[in-house]
């Protein structure tokens, strides 16, 4: 919402200047987004007297001009067919910035054809102030030599955008934005009442309402003989100021009334309507608004029309055939009152915005209906002449506000403010409330502009923000004293220990978008219907992902084609199998490009395996044993079928897969070589268990050495090395303390199909030095369990 | 018999002279070994008279002690010169590069432990909440009225609707959270609810997907006033200098009364720096929960009240850590991680600081 600072003040008496009106709009809540003050580039022009205008000597075109300026007399060579001795002009001095040129004058006086010239005269054009180029700026020879050009044509005037927050349409109209400044006590608020002007004759058109919830009252009237010409120069410049453009005087004044006001209204040529005006429901007619686009009218949306047709959408846009020309001499005005929402859902359908809509749609005051129609008629008579009708109102205004029961404590309890209740009771008068106070619990009428006021805490947030947030007194917040238990919860801490593991191994956390093309989706799996977004932003994002890795591999390919191709990422977030709060999973994924490290000693290459470590490092980060975590494979089509792996906990509990991704998934990404990842699901991770104490238990170390002894196995190629591992492992629990894998060979020795495993096994004797017959003994066990297995002890 | 001291002199040069670990285990063998000449001195010992014995047993006793005194030194020489040798060929270039992979955190995680860390202080826990909501939680028990404009300013997205025509939608704000930690908690509350937020929205300084913070907390006292200390005890603990803040009105559907707060800053070249300065910024939203989403909860507005605050995390991390664009933030480039990214063994909290 635009307006400026003379219009502010013709209901506003202050003497406060810009500076002080927008610190106190800040201050109640009208957010201030920009003041722009015409006169700033106008800053260095000033107004001038042409003295004498002669022929220049070697050109026909120019004239060599006396120029009395603010610096003192000024020779000026100038081309304007109307440049003459004795004319007030609009003066720049040498090095002046011309705004509508986009250049600066020369420093230093200019020679042309062999003539000093010393700044310059300009045209409107040049000033950015109208089309005129022919010739310069002829001003009033009244205006005083050398005032500011600003100040000469009263474009000293500061206009101010600020944000109209949902609630608050009535700030749609300059008198209710005095209204909240005078309650701040910037000034006093003084808005003329309304004069109603008296019909001389009966109003000659019918109007009916067949649609009383979207147009609950319309009133009007005739006034005939209007002459409509262009508006006079106070009220074009005042909606130039705002950015709108004059078109004609009965346009013009009710596009004052919009921002005046906030009371949008609309004036129809009587010599086009046929009949009777009836607000009613639209029936598919097609009509031709004034933006010159053809709207088809639904059985939802409220239309103006009379016998024969459409004339315009109720509150949003008139039409073409209606509208008001310089030959229209009678016109019906129309002030209704149109339903918020039935305006809101008509305009989204029809894709139409207007500033009545804007207006309509928020809400405009119910108790301004008919005022509003006599203003604007005092204001036709006084412009366009002419004679009005008396006024007819179909429908019934509606109701105004129910009072609100409210109790003055209220206030301190919400805000901690202390405030006496005079001034409680000031505030809200100033702002048009009417409070009977007489009891412990007020009565409070809200004000037919103030609807957003229905509870006690809408007046306690009035007198707040009168008051003044910023005279709060900040108090922090209470702490309880005494223990308190830790506030992240057990699987935020999983995360966060996770993933500072996963960045120790060497993984950069990156942070991608929940949604992924639905191409994508589908290749991990995904893509379900349910999870289609209906308006995406991109079909790049149009669909809810069902695995973090989607992103990160293609962050690894973009990052491959500048240059850097050993990307190396992971990220912590969720993923989504269908709408419902549980559908939706926390996982943490990781990808590494399968890129060559070269090194001197020795390059490194990340594979399968280099996957495994990163899953295991994040899983026991999480406090996950790994060592008792089952193998079996991921059923996810996108792993590569021979080299993944998952690990789980039963048959059930999946925590993580892990491997390399199938070359046909990435090639479907457009990803460029291999690539080895994992995605963990930490809720899977089974919390520890929270024990009595936080003791961590006696220590058990046994003094006597251990012994190793190596054993080698031949099996089946295809058989898992954990089987013989819990093999080896089960065969004593409690002198085999360790079992590692130390060598997986194939080849000459052993027969095809098979492989051999080597193992070194620790044995950790716990009360008495074992003897050769203890070893004996457990290597026996050894080898059988060995055996179940699968395993045969290499010969 | 051999003079003593010409026995001692011969060996004792002998010594002296050997330049090799072998040689002088011989020299050793030859003097003192059981047919040394030492020893086989001390055999004649027995054949002595008391007198003689008493003058050459402690003579020749003192020989062997010297003897082999010399050797162990000599030995000690040697095997320090042949370690020396050794050591001469076991050089290595210690200029050559070895490297540590470590990989960072990313600046919107380490901000929101950042957020987590203040407020755990102030007694408020971690909340969260499903990204994917229905109409109920994200709009209607928020206050928002069916239709009305103030839906607008929320670019929602929307999923496919269902078989009656009901679309869920992807959060706009994290205030849902609020809703079902109120349907499901009897106050005291005090929680704070980081997640990821989405809106139809996309240029410099928006992207479709974004972070926010929700505060709330409910009881029977907490005003006002409290809602502006915690948030400026926030907002200097945050940026970890004293911060100038401005609390001043605002509207929002779901409190009553509502206020945004600003905070100072200045720019010093392309830097902006929060705190001191000329300028204002707008940094957050928040009130005093509006009695009808109280009243949506189950809650009594007559007994209970509290407020609710709402910040994008992405943007005071840009602020904080001086990220230029937004969009950078989910663009994954290896090299911006690793520039705007933070160590993975900074944990933040109030003891060592928060970054």
């Not at chain 1, 205008?53 to 075109?61: N, Q, S, V």
């Not at chain 2, 003689?52 to 003579?59: D, L, Q, R, S, T």
Request: with cysteine.
């Amino acid at each position: 919402m635009k307006f400026s600072l003379s219009w502010l003040k013709e209901h506003l008496k202050t003497d406060a200047g810009i500076d002080e009106v927008v610190e106190a709009m800040t201050l109640a809540g009208l957010e201030v987004e920009e003041v722009e003050n015409p006169a700033e580039k106008l800053a260095a022009f000033s107004i001038a007297k042409v003295v004498s205008a002669e022929k220049h000597p070697d050109a026909d075109k120019l004239k060599v001009c006396q120029v009395q300026t603010k610096d003192g007399m000024k020779q000026i060579v100038c081309g304007a067919p109307n440049a003459r001795a004795d004319m007030t002009v609009a003066f720049a001095p040498l090095g002046a910035y011309i705004p509508g040129l986009d250049f600066s004058l020369d420093k230093k006086p200019r020679k042309i054809r062999g003539i000093d010239s010393s700044g310059m005269m300009c045209s409107s054009k040049e000033l950015e102030m109208g089309d005129d180029h022919d010739g310069i700026m002829d001003l009033d020879n009244g205006l005083e030599m050398g005032m500011s050009l600003a100040d000469a044509l009263e474009l000293n005037d500061p206009v101010i955008d600020f944000e109209v927050t949902p609630n608050r349409p009535d700030w749609l109209g300059v008198d209710n934005i005095a209204r909240d400044l005078a309650a701040v006590g910037l000034g006093e608020w003084i808005t003329p009442s309304v004069e109603p002007v008296k019909g001389t004759f009966p109003c000659p058109i019918t109007i009916e309402i067949d649609a009383n919830e979207a147009c609950p009252v319309f009133s009007g009237r005739v006034i005939r003989g209007v002459k409509n010409g262009p508006s006079p120069e106070w009220l074009q410049t005042k909606l130039k100021a705002i950015g709108l453009k004059p078109i004609s005087a009965l346009v013009d004044i009710t596009n004052f009334m919009t921002y005046d006001r906030a009371r949008p209204l609309h004036v129809y040529d009587t010599s086009k309507v046929t009949g009777t005006m009836r607000a009613r429901l639209g029936a598919g007619e097609t009509f031709t608004a004034l933006d010159d686009k053809e709207y088809t009218c639904a059985g939802t949306m409220c239309v103006i029309a009379d016998d024969t047709r459409v004339l315009g959408l109720g509150g949003i846009m008139g039409g073409t055939h209606s509208g008001c020309s310089e030959e229209t001499t009678d016109v019906l005005l129309e002030s209704a009152y149109f339903d918020p929402l039935t305006t809101r859902r008509s305009a989204k359908t029809l894709g139409i915005n207007s500033d009545a809509k804007y207006r309509f749609e928020r809400g405009v005051d119910t108790g301004f209906v008919v005022n509003g129609l006599e203003m604007a008629t005092k204001l036709i008579l006084e412009i366009c002449g002419g004679e009005a009708s008396e006024v007819v109102v179909a429908g019934e205004v509606p109701a105004p506000p129910e009072p609100i029961a409210f109790d003055p404590k209220l206030n301190k309890r919400l805000t901690g403010l202390d405030i006496e209740h005079a001034e409680m009771v000031r505030i809200l008068e100033t702002l048009g409330f009417d409070i009977d106070a007489s009891g412990d619990i007020w009565t409070v009428s809200v004000p037919s502009h103030r609807r957003d006021c229905k509870l006690g805490a809408d007046l306690v947030e009035e007198i707040a923000r009168t008051h003044g947030l910023h005279q709060m007194e900040a108090k922090s917040l209470p702490v309880e004293r005494g223990r308190r238990e830790p506030t992240a919860t057990p699987l935020q801490n999983k995360i966060r220990r996770a993933r500072r593991a996963l960045a120790n191994q060497g993984l950069s956390e990156a942070v991608t978008w929940s949604f992924s093309s639905r191409a994508h989706a589908k290749v991990f799996d995904g893509g379900d219907a349910a999870l289609v977004l209906d308006n995406p932003i991109s079909s790049d994002l149009d669909c809810m992902r069902p695995s973090a890795l989607i992103h990160l591999l293609l962050a690894g390919q973009r990052s491959a084609d500048k240059g850097y191709p050993a990307s190396a990422l992971f990220e912590a977030g969720p993923t989504y199998q269908s709408q419902a709060p549980n559908g939706q999973a926390p996982t943490i994924a990781g990808m590494r490009r399968i890129e060559s490290k070269r090194d001197w000693q020795g390059d490194s290459v990340p594979d399968a395996f280099t996957a495994k470590e990163d899953a295991f490092a994040a899983l026991s980060a999480m406090g996950a044993k790994v060592d008792n975590l089952q193998m079996s494979k991921p059923t996810g089509s996108y792993w590569h079928p021979g080299r993944s792996g998952r690990l789980q906990m039963g048959p059930k509990n999946i925590l993580a897969d892990f491997g390399e991704l199938h070359p046909s998934v990435l090639k479907a990404l457009g990803i460029e070589g291999r690539v080895c990842a994992f995605e963990i699901w930490p809720d899977a991770v089974p919390a520890g268990r929270k024990k009595a104490s936080k003791a961590k238990g006696a220590l058990s170390i046994s003094d006597l050495m251990p012994v190793h002894r190596d054993f080698a196995f031949i099996v089946p190629e295809d058989m898992g090395a954990d089987k013989l591992l819990r093999a080896v492992k089960g065969a004593d629990k409690a002198l085999i303390t360790d079992v590692s894998l130390f060598d997986v060979y194939q080849g000459k020795g052993v027969d095809e199909g098979f492989k051999s495993l080597a193992l070194d096994v620790t044995l950790s004797p716990k009360s008495e030095t074992l003897t050769d017959k203890d070893i004996e003994a457990v290597t026996l066990k050894i080898i059988a369990q060995a055996k179940k297995s699968g395993a045969e002890l290499r010969g | 018999m051999t003079d003593l001291s010409e026995l001692k002199s011969k060996y004792a040069n002998l010594i002296e002279s050997v330049t090799d670990l072998g040689n002088l285990d011989e020299i050793r063998v030859a003097a003192l070994g059981k047919k040394g000449e030492v020893s086989l001195q001390m055999r004649t010992l027995g054949k002595m008279s008391v007198e003689e014995k008493k003058v050459m047993g402690p003579a020749l006793n003192g020989l062997k002690n010297e003897l082999a005194a010399l050797v162990e030194a000599r030995k000690s020489v040697l095997e320090g010169e042949a370690l020396n040798a050794a050591l001469a060929s076991e050089t290595l270039d210690m200029t050559l590069p070895v490297t540590t992979d470590t990989g960072t955190l990313h600046p919107v995680m380490q901000v929101m432990e950042e957020m987590a860390v203040i407020f755990a202080d102030m007694g408020f826990s971690v909340a969260e909440g499903p990204d994917i909501e229905d109409d109920f939680h994200n709009f209607t028990a928020l206050n928002f009225p069916v239709g009305h404009p103030a839906r607008d300013m929320h670019d929602t997205f929307f999923l496919a609707p269902d078989s009656e025509g009901n679309k869920m939608v992807l959060r706009t704000h994290t205030s849902p959270v609020q809703i079902r930690t109120m349907m499901s908690q009897k106050p005291p509350i005090r929680i704070i609810v980081p997640g990821r937020t989405y809106r139809c929205d996309s240029d410099q300084t928006h992207t479709p997907m974004f972070h926010q913070v929700e505060g709330l907390v409910i009881d029977k006292t907490t005003h006002m006033g409290h809602l502006k200390g915690c948030l400026m005890d926030f907002i200097s603990a945050f940026f970890e200098t004293e911060v100038e803040t401005r609390f001043r009105p605002h509207h929002f559907p779901f409190t009553e009364p509502s206020a945004e707060m600003d905070v100072r800053y200045e720019r010093v070249g392309d830097e902006i720096r929060i705190g001191q300065g000329d300028k204002w910024m707008e940094i957050l939203g928040c009130g005093m929960v509006h009695p009808n989403v109280l009243i949506n909860c189950g809650l009594d507005p007559d007994e209970y009240q509290g407020f609710a605050f709402g910040m994008g995390v992405d943007r005071l991390a840009m602020l904080k850590y001086g990220m230029p664009d937004l969009r950078d933030m989910f663009a994954s480039d290896q090299r911006w991680l690793g520039h705007y990214g933070f160590s993975p063994l900074l944990q933040a909290n109030l003891a060592t600081g928060l970054s």
